[in-house]
């Protein structure tokens, strides 16, 4: 199992499901802090219950500051970014802290203050085992000034974090505020998003893809704002992922945000704080949004009517984060937790003792909310081959099950049928012939946001022939055309019509021979047409399944002459250089040539899968008997070479 997890998206609430499974990660999500602190959330299904316990860590100069952006790989490596500048590995084990990844001073690239200016996001490329960290920078001087915005690539080996490679720059020094966010698109990509530090109320957009990065796009959408000490700026986006906000200096503005395309849209509310922007954070519903400064309590704004929400107690914050337990975290400094319980209708503000003296610092925890992936769709054949069974998982980056409001599935099957609603795992009976492929499409809406997610899958219908012959011969005698098939299954087989012709063209039924509805054994059917003796006559089955579906048969010619009574035709005959010799029946056989002195002149045997073989290449021209010799019968006939 796991040795940590990240955020786990969506409070289930109301009418969903969870698909009856636990989070595969059996251990608790912890959050580490930049001086010796941790918060580790309870285990089991998510999203969790009950209050998450402190504990501290081991802590060491070098990482008593501002410390966030915990990276959590599947395979257990957890990596720690801190503002001063180096990347670690949460190793409880080592006492000092000194397990660093990488110092990114050595880079010329480094953050003044992680809390803000660092987010992490899997990559979409490889998401099992790497990371992306990216970083903005607020730095005026020493040997980060200037950096401007950079993304390093982690990998997680084992249950350590490899060192990862050099910076990519990302944007100039003009754009790297602390503001920078990310959220997910629903199809396995994230929006990467930073705020210019400038006037000009830009948002600059990246697209992280399964195919690749694309961007920047450049968003200026209104008034201007300021980030007015180039520092202390905050940039969210709500966890149901339609809205993105900006906090700096005296301003806080919310934008309406499109998951799908990236697109910051119109803004929608701007308050004004009393103090620097170092804490923003949106309820899980999205419908309030919390902030503070350095030195003023947690304050929270009803964005749809712009109304004062009281919080209650006073403390400063100098971040905030959404947990996965529902409630919103805050970093006041020292040695406690600010909570804000109820965000969602009633907040109120109490505080958690870190156990064991250890500090936040005013770091906390900022990761993109690990919204939910496309639902998959798994289509299941049946031993009935046009019945499907359909189910699918809904669910975020780390596995974990994501509520769905389950009266609002809705199953379209594309052929024609009336929708399937209300049902998470339907069965689906499609049109019983071959067919396809039909697009199943599904669509429901999700238990905490409301949001429309659709799902698509192609079914392609191959139901085997109703019947599947083995063959179909014919000899004739003078008593008749003897006739017999052979099936290895049939599939509601009503009956067989046996039809004559006499041109090839023109059939008539001669014969109806019941079929034997439903096997999958070998079975034979002979019949003999006594109404032909002489000449030639062709014949074909025409088999009709229970529900008056019609299947053809190949045709076959019946001759009644020289070979008359051998379950064998011979052709050419007489012949100039060979001839062959077809059986007529699936049957081991010994063929003997003979002179007119009954010498044997050629001889060969001949498997039940041999139908055809070719014989008297190297005899001189004249009168032969062939004998067709069988484990009950010998038949002959004869030949002649000219």
Known sequence: MKKCLLLTFFLILGLS????????????????????????????????????????????????????????FTNGAVAFYTNSQQVYNANPAN??????????????????????????????????????????????????????????RLTGTGTAVTSPTGPTLMAPDAFAGEAITAGTDGAGGYWVVIHNKGTANTFRVWHFTPTGI???????????????????????????????????????????????????????????????????????????????GQASAVSCVDIATGSAVAVGGASSSWSMQLGNDGRIYCSPGGTSIGVIGAPNTAPSYSSLAIAGGGSTFRGLSNIAWMTPNAPVITATATAT????????????????????????????????????????????????????????????????????WTATVPVTVTCPAPVELISFNGIGNPSGADLIWKTAMELNNDYFDLQRSFDGVNFHSI???????????????????????????????????????????????????????????IAPNPFSSSFVLSKIYDEEATVTVYDIYGRIVEQKNTTAAETTISLGENLANGSYIVQYLTGSNAYTIHVEKK
């Open 385 to 452: 081959c046009n019945v499907y069974n359909f189910s699918f998982v809904f669910r975020n980056y780390f596995n974990g099950n994501i509520g769905i409001n389950v009266p609002t599935v809705t199953w379209d099957w594309d052929d024609g049928t009336a929708n399937t609603t209300n049902n998470i795992a339907p069965s689906h009976t499609f049109p019983a012939s071959s067919g396809g492929p039909y697009n199943v499409t599904l669509t429901f809406n999700d238990a905490t946001c409301g949001h429309t």
């Open 214 to 292: 694309t961007g920047p796009v450049d968003y200026n959408v209104g008034a201007a704002v300021g980030d007015v000490t180039t520092s202390q700026s905050y940039l969210k986006i709500s966890p149901c992922q339609d809205k993105i906000a900006y906090h700096s200096g005296s301003v806080l503005v919310v934008h309406n945000w499109n998951r799908n395309t990236g697109v910051v849209g119109a803004e929608i509310r701007r308050i004004s704080p009393a103090s620097y922007g170092v804490g923003l954070e949106f309820s899980p519903d999205g419908s309030k949004i919390f902030y503070s």
């Open 95 to 152: 006492a000092g802290w000194t397990d660093y990844i990488r110092a990114l001073t050595a880079d010329g690239t480094c953050a003044g203050s992680s809390t803000g200016a660092g987010v992490a996001i899997p990559d979409p490329v490889s998401p099992t085992n790497a990371f992306y960290l990216i970083l903005a920078n607020d730095v005026t001087s020493g040997s980060c000034n200037h950096a401007g915005v950079n993304r390093y």
């Open 511 to 569: 014969a109806h021979i019941p079929g034997a509805g439903t096997s999958n054994s070998v079975l034979t059917y002979p019949y003999r047409d006594t109404e032909v003796t002489a000449g030639l006559a062709y014949y074909r089955l025409i088999q009709h399944d229970f529900d008056g579906t019609q299947a053809s048969s190949k045709i076959i010619a019946v001759h009644f002459g020289k070979s008359m009574g051998a379950p064998v035709l």
């Open 17 to 72: 499901v969870s698909f009856g499974q636990v989070s595969p990660y059996s251990l608790a999500p912890d959050w580490y802090f930049g001086q010796g602190g941790r918060l580790t959330f309870p285990s089991g299904n998510f999203p969790t219950s009950g209050a998450p316990a402190t504990s501290s860590m081991p802590t060491n100069t070098s990482v008593g500051v501002e410390a966030s952006t915990n990276v959590c």
